[in-house]
Each structure stands twice: as C-alpha cells, then as structure tokens.
C-alpha cells in the first residue's frame, strides 16, 4: 500500500475533524479528504459532482443564470459548471470550513485550476443554509454538493436542507423554473417523495462516480420549480 502523507487537519461543527491526506499514484498526486475512518472525497472519484453541474447548467433556459453551490469539495462541480456557463452567469459559491478554500488555494491548487479566481465566481464562508434562507427568488439553480446527501454525515444541522422545510425554502430562493439539484452518495426514496410533495418535478440520475465512467454509481436530483 502507498503510504499518505497527512498535510493538514481541521475542526468542523460538533467537534469532528477533516483530514487533508495526499500520495503519489502513478505519477500523480491523489487527494483524500476524511472524516474518522470515512473518505468523503478524493480527487478520483470527480464524476459524479461534475455532473451535478452539467445536468442542472443543461436544463437553464436563461441567458445569465445566477447560480448557488452549497460545498466547494474539491472545486470538481464549481470547475464543471464555470465552463459551461456564459460570460455573464455568476456563481456563488458557500462553503462552510474555511480550511476547504484554504486547501483548494494551498495544496490542491493544482485541483482548483484558478477556478476560485474566475470573474464569474464569489466566494462565501458561511452554512449554505442561511444564504439559501436569505435568498427570495434570486438563483436560477441551487447545487447542493453538503454532506453525503440528504442523510447528514459530517453536521446534522445538514439535514435541515433536506426536510420539507427546507425544500420549502429552496424553492422560494429559486426563481420561475428553477432547479435544485442534490448530490448524493445513494438513492434515498423518502427524500424523492418529499421533492414531489414539495412541488417539485423530479427526475432522478444515477451517474457514475469517476469520470471514466467506471466505479461506484452515485445519485443526483434534478428538481425543478413550477
């Protein structure tokens, strides 16, 4: 096994901690980031949160979407959807560990390819669920990359994006066709019931979690507001 070499630490809402972790594999630097014993992301597996962007920047009919990515991760769905975005589309970005945009400008800037530098792009610390409380109507597409899906991981506080109150909320910080697109790391059929109960129209993509097509399989909701 390819020993890895820890490169920095940091504290999360209710006294857990992330662990920045980096090896080389096959000639290139592979970047983990854990939770105890739990990988929650590693620069491999960039399949799936790109496509959280490219299915939900498809689906936009306007000319200059404004769009809102709760979690930057490691920049793969900011990235996918700043090169499909016009000139003029802006892009928010709220992240809640400061660290996360510390690493993407530190040790993984070769990950985040200046994407963080792009005209386009704010950047805001902070929980994704008080921007989105804040907001009424002001985003073409809320991309939700938090946690491990709407089953809160890392900070149970997550799980209030995910009740019908918080889709309630989402929906009213979406503008007329809207969409609200969830990263998951499985399928979740309770949450599906709720997008519809909440009024959403839905449609549910299981994708792959490499870009290459290959691996694990993971889930995306693209809801829509009428």
């Excluded at 890895?4 to 000639?27: H, M, Y």
């Excluded at 689906?59 to 990515?69: E, H, M």
């Excluded at 918080?166 to 009213?172: E, H, V």
């Excluded at 609200?180 to 949450?191: A, I």
């Amino acid at each position: 096994m390819i020993a890895r070499e820890l490169l920095d630490t940091a504290p999360i809402p209710g006294g857990d901690e992330l662990r920045l972790f980096r090896r080389e594999l096959k000639g290139a630097d592979e970047y983990s980031i854990m939770l105890g014993r739990i990988e929650l992301m590693n620069s491999r597996l960039s399949g799936s949160e790109q496509a959280l962007a490219t299915l939900a920047c498809e689906r936009l009919a306007v000319k200059n979407p404004r769009l809102l990515i709760g979690g930057y991760g490691m920049g793969f769905t900011l990235r996918a959807a700043l090169s499909v975005l016009p000139p003029q589309a802006h892009v928010e970005v709220a992240e809640l560990i400061p660290a996360i945009v510390q690493w993407a400008r530190g040790p993984m800037a070769d990950l985040s390819q200046k994407c963080l530098e792009d005209s386009r792009v704010t950047i805001t610390i902070g929980d994704v669920c008080d921007v989105i409380n804040k907001a009424d109507g002001d985003y073409d597409a809320i991309l939700l990359d938090v946690d491990n899906g709407p089953d809160g991981l890392t900070h149970e506080a997550n799980d209030r994006l995910y009740s019908m109150a918080g889709l309630a909320t989402a929906k009213k910080a979406l503008r007329s066709n809207g969409i609200l697109s969830v990263w998951s790391s499985e399928g979740d059929t309770k949450f599906t019931s709720r997008l519809h109960k909440s009024g959403f129209a839905v449609d549910v993509k299981t994708v792959p979690a490499r870009s290459n097509g290959k691996g694990a399989k993971h889930t995306i909701w693209l809801a829509t507001k009428g």
